[in-house]
């Protein structure tokens, strides 16, 4: 699981059956330990109920596809957590 | 998901069977203002886009997560067109 936060979201009428009622957002990847935005935005399908300036988890790849029940969802990047608060030492 | 702009199109008359009727199509990433980047991709269109438009694409083995692209040759695919995007100021 990957650290992020929601800076956007996207409107799609025209998608794939398997992306229909699904939020789709536009999340910035943070540093979990400067908490600094780290690389390139992505765009991620919502698995959780997560909102603007939210921080979350996200996963990439193939174990994206596994966030959501119904095994036709081409998704390469789900949200699959809201983080509260993280705890380091070290 | 990438987010890209349809800038072309691929033919190819010669090509793996499985790849028989699928739509090929050029799409380069651009930034969230709109702005075309450097990387593109060939990925095969599902929805019905044409050149100019924004779309997402999907990529790696979750491409083939759709009735069209199941056990084919594709690790690409346009899943859905971009209305409008809503970033934070």
Known sequence: MYYARVIGNIVSTIKYKGLKGKKI???QPVDMKTG?????FLVALDATSSGMGDMI???DGAEATWAFEEDDVPVDASIVAIIDKINITG | ???GQVVGNVVATQKNEKLIGKKLLIVKAIDLKGKLMEPFVVAVDIVGVGIGEKVLVVNGSSA???DETKDRTIDSVIVAKVDSIQVEA
Do not use: A, N, P
């Open chain 2, 64 to 66: 083939r997560q759709t």
């Open chain 1, 25 to 27: 957002q536009v999340i």
């Open chain 1, 36 to 40: 600094k935005d780290s690389g390139s």
């Open chain 2, 1 to 3: 998901m990438i987010l």
């Open chain 1, 57 to 59: 988890g996200y996963e």
